[in-house]
């Protein structure tokens, strides 16, 4: 949990001066066509998105899920959560927050208002939001009272505070430095303002009374936000100055609001968009272009001419079009299975585009992979990772560095049921006997909207399953990207894994069903796109491992596979909790061990992913759990489909296999290469 200020602060000192200096020299030296190239874009350049909370209970549920894909795919430095008038969103947004700190590990720039509020009541606001591990408020006044369309010259809040410098003076007066602080800028100039140098006037006294930075309004002629970035540099305004960007979705709602909020509109946008205006998906497209474009100037430019290093995209709880435009600007590249990679092609030579409006390669993309049934594995160009998983944004876990392998697919899970912890392991496991970790049924409560709803489950897991090669595919579809999850994985197929998918989906069809895996890392550069983690500089390595379900004959297999493989150890149990352990040395006792690890300079060595043996059994009871919670419970007792799942939860074995021996061949390691041919799979 950070100040969205330091975050930026940081990557300012990392990156800013170098990359200047280098963009300038690019751009001196390359053609017009070039100077589009991702690569020009200043390194250390990022984005954030906002989010406002659904009036729904299940939009609320499809918000945590979008919020949950958007922050692990894309990768934003934060997210803002909006406030509605005189906090009538209060408990949604807060919930939207608390979410996103707590489970999403991502930092939240909370929206607060003063219109019509009292004091004591922001107040209760922000303790409110520090409870929930919130470290950023973006201060405001907030919209005109009710009846008022718009504020007028001269106008107040009706609160006990009058102005956003105001609710700044009050932040910064009960809680100090702990919260970072936003407020909100015009490129355009405020209505109650007497024009744009009055209102550079209020914002640089909110700057001087406590705020950090600016969120500026959407707008849409570039060169306006430039000469207002300019204008706030000559008034002493050295704050960062991050610009909205409001991606278009159809043209009467661009219309409507742009006029709603006197924002003016370039003759040339407005003309590529009148081409296309009762063609809403054309729109959509042209928006993108020109939202990438306009990013694209204002990251090139350098200081002196207005230029910034970050971009704000108001989404509108909108996942298409931003990701539309990041993969235009080469935030990140998309990985595509070879089998999917052919679909992809014929699509394209097929697809008749009836001519209104050619599609960039990023545009084909995105619409032949959000509208297929497959999920996208997305890989950012700019490793950024502190470690393999991703930490909590809370307080309390801020020295955390260690986890168990065994949750990596179920984070979420694994925070709940750790989250009334006195200290989070740092620097080794400890002992994993104390403390306890928290009950299953709130856990199983709390997600029972990740999966959808039943007939959402059902039509991921089966409508009914008959034959345990039902089950197998539905795992193998898992992992190539068809079922979009399974209860045991919450996510896509991690990064890491996605280099042995093929495998992966084999092993599943010929009855290993896998739920948590990766390959053997001998010595990976720590900034590697898929391996690094850890900052630059250093070395990682990994050992192999595999986690799955398998059947009493597999069990017995694997057995004979480790026996004849001394480098590895098998650890298993069935959901009686009845365990065996393969590899161990007689007289000796299973010991926690490192599955990842990092050397990196003037640091110690660092192993955030262990394996120990009692935490294992911790989590097969939740595992098996999960075959009558979140599968079992769709069928009808007296149904095949029911005793099939339930045969396989009650005789089927939860398999841990590791190969120690970590130094890979470009195979993938003889962890990959044995359990290959024990399921007689063609190599």
């Known amino acids: ?41 200043p390194a250390g350049w990022f984005y954030s998105f906002e989010f406002f ?26 997210i803002d959560v909006t406030w509605g008038h005189s906090g009538s969103t209060a408990p949604r947004t807060m919930a939207v927050a608390s979410y996103a700190q707590r489970y999403c590990g991502i930092d939240v720039l909370l929206h607060l208002t003063c219109t019509g509020v009292t004091r ?36 107040v809040s009706g609160g006990e505070c009058d102005r956003a410098v105001d609710l700044v003076r009050l932040i910064r007066d009960l809680h100090g430095d702990y919260f970072g602080i936003a407020v909100a800028g015009h490129p355009e100039g405020h209505p109650s303002s ?38 706030c540099r000559r008034a002493g305004i050295d704050s ?34 009148e081409q296309f205006k009762h063609d809403d998906e054309a729109i959509k497209k042209i928006g993108c272009e020109i939202a990438s474009e306009m990013c694209r100037t204002i990251l090139l430019k350098t200081e002196e001419d207005g230029g910034v290093d970050g971009v704000h995209f108001y989404t509108l709880n909108l996942e298409r079009s931003v990701t539309t435009i990041l993969l235009s600007m080469g935030a990140f590249h998309i990985e595509t299975p070879a089998h999917e990679t052919q679909k992809n092609d014929a699509h394209e030579s097929s697809h ?7 599609l960039s390669d990023s545009q084909k993309f995105v619409s032949q992979n959000f509208n297929n049934d497959k999920t996208t594995h997305f890989q950012s160009h700019r490793s950024q990772r502190l470690f393999p998983w991703r930490p909590s944004a809370m307080k309390a876990r801020l020295n955390e560095d260690v986890r168990p392998i065994n949750w990596a697919n179920r984070p979420k899970s694994y925070v709940m049921r750790t989250e009334f912890w006195d200290e989070y392991p740092n620097g080794r496991w400890g002992d994993s006997t104390s403390p306890a970790f928290g009950e299953l049924s709130h856990v199983a409560h709390f997600y029972s909207f990740t999966l959808g709803s039943d007939e959402d ?40 894994s996605f280099t042995i998918q093929s495998k992966l989906a084999a092993l599943n069809r010929a009855g290993f069903l896998t739920i948590n895996s990766q390959p053997p890392v001998n010595g990976a550069k720590s900034d590697h796109p898929i391996f690094g983690w850890g900052g630059p500089g250093g070395r990682v390595y990994q050992k192999a491992y595999c986690e799955c379900f398998v059947s009493k004959l597999n069990m017995d297999r694997l057995i004979n596979m480790v026996k004849e493989n001394p480098s590895m150890n098998l650890f298993a149990v069935n959901n009686l909790l009845e365990e065996l352990q393969v590899g161990i040395r007689e007289g000796e006792t299973a010991r926690t061990m490192a599955l990842t690890w990092g050397v990196f300079p003037n640091r110690e060595i660092q192993q955030p992913t262990i394996f120990d043996p009692a935490t294992f059994l911790v989590w097969a009871e939740e595992a098996f759990s999960l075959w009558t919670s979140m599968w079992l419970s769709l069928y009808d007792m007296d149904s095949k489909s029911y005793e099939l799942i339930e045969n396989i939860r009650d005789t089927y074995f939860l398999v841990a296999i590791i190969d120690n021996d970590f130094v890979a061949d470009k195979d993938g390691g003889e962890l990959w290469r044995s359990l290959l041919d024990l399921g007689n799979i063609e190599q």
């Open 1 to 41: 949990m950070s100040r969205i200020i330091d975050k930026i602060n940081s990557r300012r000192s990392k990156h800013r001066f170098k990359s200047k200096i280098q963009n300038n020299d690019s751009i001196v030296n390359k053609s017009k066509n070039e100077e589009k190239d991702p690569i020009d874009i």
């Open 53 to 78: 909370p659904p009036k729904t209970e299940a939009g609320l549920d499809n918000l945590f899920t979008r919020i949950d894909r958007m922050v692990t795919n894309l990768d934003p430095l934060f």
């Open 120 to 155: 004591e009541l922001l107040a209760n606001t922000l303790d409110q939001a520090k409870a929930c591990g919130v470290r950023n408020i973006l201060a405001l006044r907030g919209d005109p009272p009710r009846g008022k369309r718009s504020w007028k010259k001269g106008d």
């Open 194 to 231: 007497y024009g744009l140098g009055e209102e550079i006037s209020h914002l640089k006294e909110k700057m001087d009374a406590g705020a950090d930075f600016i969120l500026t309004q959407f707008f849409y002629d570039v060169n306006l936000f430039l000469e207002y970035v300019k204008l």
């Open 240 to 273: 960062p100055i991050i610009p909205g960007i409001m991606p278009i979705q159809s043209f009467s709602s661009f219309m409507r609001m742009t006029e709603f909020c006197n924002i003016s509109v370039p003759p040339k946008v407005l003309h590529r968009l």
């Open 352 to 358: 008749d585009d009836a001519g209104s409006h050619e």
């Open 457 to 496: 489950r059902r039509a991921m897991l089966g409508q009914s399953p008959t034959t345990p090669l039902d089950v197998y595919e539905v795992f193998a579809k898992y992992v190539e990207g068809s079922v979009p999850h399974i209860p045991w994985c919450e996510t896509p197929l991690q990064s890491e």
